[in-house]
């Protein structure tokens, strides 16, 4: 099962560099560093789930430390979206999820990454709803 991470340079990216250096970080997320959360777009995430992800997480910064404003609200409201228009067209929409994550909390970036990885094992591969 592939899952597919993007995640936020300030924030996310960092916590998954401390998850590593502790041997805490799950195998089998692949990643994509992106500058803000705000720039995933909406066929970013479909086009990865189109190529065999079985998941996609994005990570952004939590509300109040995003360097572009609002860039990580942006990135959540399309999540948001896009899971009502997986649901619509009869996809499961937990094989899509947003998180925010600190920089130095890479504990709970941990457990996200863990429980989504549940949640899509348990959906089974590309089964629709």
């Not at 692949?30 to 479909?46: A, K, N, Q």
Request: aromatic content about 6%; hydrophobic content about 45%.
């Amino acid at each position: 099962m592939r899952l597919l991470a993007f995640v936020c340079e300030r924030s996310a990216a960092r916590a998954v560099e401390e998850a590593r250096k502790t041997g805490s970080w799950p195998d089998g997320l692949e990643l994509v560093t992106v500058p803000c959360s705000g720039r995933v777009d909406v066929l970013h995430i479909t086009g990865a789930l189109t190529r065999g992800y079985a998941g996609v997480l994005v990570v952004g910064c939590f509300e109040e430390a995003c360097e572009f404003v609002q860039g990580n609200l942006v990135a959540r409201r399309r999540v948001d979206y896009l899971r009502q228009l997986l649901a619509q067209a009869g996809v499961q929409a937990d094989r899509v999820r947003f998180e925010f994550a600190s920089p130095a909390g890479a504990p709970r970036l941990v457990r996200a990454v863990r429980e989504m990885t549940e949640a899509v094992q348990a959906l089974g591969k590309g089964e629709r709803a």
